[in-house]
């Protein structure tokens, strides 16, 4: 009798891939990533996780400001207490031991509706664009609210999301019931990493797909669940399906790559094997400007039942600007993204995000370490 065992694909990290410059290159003033989510168009293709210790009503404001954007999570602290700075001092000085319970008793009190409409508000009134999020189970009760308090955009998130959801509802959260029900307000979905279940989701008529299962630094969906894939398989996998999408139908929807994102090298990577944009967490939990008071922490680590993350300490030792544009003294890449990103689509001759996406791309694992004795025995 023959045995036909489970095939594996081999899959690709950042760490394991360069992209290989080409026979023309162009001025990295020339360079101009722009992206665009349904009617929004934003100077830079990054977002910021929604995640407590990331975004609040000031930090998306001030993301805006920059050509960037924040999401704020609807299911957190932000929409718990009305006065939120006890709460994260609370998470900050509690011992590792302890968090999680903490934070566990912490996220066990009750959502506050009209909170909900006060954050979105606050950050229109601010001149900010109110981008928010919910898990699938609370879309339905939420979106409408949001929706009446002036959100600019609506994201649907959850470790895995899916088109085709079994369930015992017969009343379940319906995808394309929810894009008519929003107007032309965009919706966000994720997250993903199959080319298939990415086509089902575009399918439902949404404007953006989120691509990524546990590469957060705060994420431990891996270790627990034992599911995921590396980045940048994910992202070209989808990416295919948004453009075999695109080829049927007209429609083009962006694939934002989500996690995992540390260094200028990584965010290139991400871009060039299809994303449009980026969503980073921990880079920006690590600013001045942001929330956590120098701690990070995924949206699922203060689960009641099985938490799926930790509390990470990534200090604040950087501005957002700096973050961003530099300028910078470090030579590791973790400042200065943008510029990081248009030096290295310019090597590459291409001036759009787009045209980068042509760009070739090696199995390269050593990349990192050919010739770099002396920065490893520096290490």
Avoid at 249 to 275: E, L
Wanted: one cysteine or more; proline letters at 4%; hydrophobic letters at 40%.
């Amino acid at each position: 009798m023959t045995v036909n065992p489970k095939e594996l694909d081999r899959a690709w990290s950042f760490d394991d891939v360069a992209i290989v410059p080409g026979a023309v290159t162009t001025n990295p003033q020339m360079v101009e990533p722009k992206f665009n989510l349904g009617s929004f168009e934003f100077n830079i293709p990054i977002i910021a996780s929604a995640m407590d210790a990331v975004v609040d009503v000031e930090m998306a404001v001030k993301l805006t400001k920059l050509g960037a954007a924040g999401v704020l999570n609807l299911e957190g602290i932000q929409t718990r207490y009305d006065d939120t700075e006890e709460i994260f001092d609370s998470i900050a000085e509690s011992r590792n031991a302890d968090v999680t319970a903490l934070m566990q008793k912490v996220y066990s009190k009750e959502i506050n509706l009209e909170l909900i409409s006060k954050r979105v508000e606050d950050i229109k009134k601010a001149g900010g664009t109110a981008i928010v999020s919910a898990t699938p189970q609370n879309t339905k009760k939420f979106a409408p609210i949001a929706k009446d308090a002036g959100v600019d955009i609506f994201v649907v998130q959850s470790t895995v999301t899916t088109a085709n959801h079994v369930s015992r509802s017969l009343n379940g959260l319906k995808l394309k019931e929810l894009v008519k029900d929003m107007g032309n307000m965009p919706i966000l979905v994720g997250n993903t990493v199959d080319f298939n279940a990415t086509l089902e989701l575009l399918e439902t008529g949404i404007n953006g797909i989120l691509v990524g299962v546990g590469p957060g630094a705060a994420c431990t969906s891996r270790e627990v669940l034992g599911i995921g894939m590396p980045q940048v398989s994910a992202t070209i996998e989808t990416s295919h399906a948004r453009n075999t999408y695109f080829e049927k139908t007209g429609r083009y929807v962006p694939i934002i790559t989500d996690g995992g994102i540390r260094t200028g090298g990584d965010f290139s990577k991400a871009i060039c094997s299809g994303a449009n944009a980026v969503m980073i967490g921990s880079p920006f939990a690590s600013t001045i400007e942001a929330p956590g008071k120098g701690y990070h922490w995924g949206m699922a680590t203060p689960h009641a039942e099985l938490p799926r993350g930790t509390r990470v300490h990534v200090g604040q030792d950087k501005t957002l600007e700096t973050l961003l544009f530099g300028p910078t003294s470090l030579t590791n890449g973790t400042e200065n993204l943008i510029g990081a990103l248009k030096t290295s689509m310019s090597t590459c001759g291409a001036t759009t995000i787009e045209e980068f996406h042509n760009t070739r791309m090696i199995i390269a694992p050593a990349i990192k370490t050919e010739g770099k004795i002396y920065q490893m025995k520096a290490d």
